[in-house]
């Protein structure tokens, strides 16, 4: 999308406009998202709409930081076993003719 749009959605009963450059419908994929996480919370017996969604915008944020850090670890062990790769390689291949003067 070229530019900041706007996209119109409800969440927990409250029209929201968000401006965004987003596509619309990711945006209310999001917005349903946490609405589902949302039901989730009140369906354990949680009655207040702000103490569910505080407590649904901590567990998605732990997600996320739990990925990062996945992500981080897989990347560092990617990064490890390629530098192993490089040393065999560096140890079996035959060393460079030297320069001719």
Known sequence: MAGAGRVELTLLGQTLTVRTEAEPEYVRTLARYLEERVATLTRTGIRDPLAALTLA????????FRAREDHARETGDVGTRLGALVDILERIAPAPPPPRP
Do not use: G, P, Q
């Open 57 to 64: 915008a901590l567990d998605i944020t732990d997600e996320l």
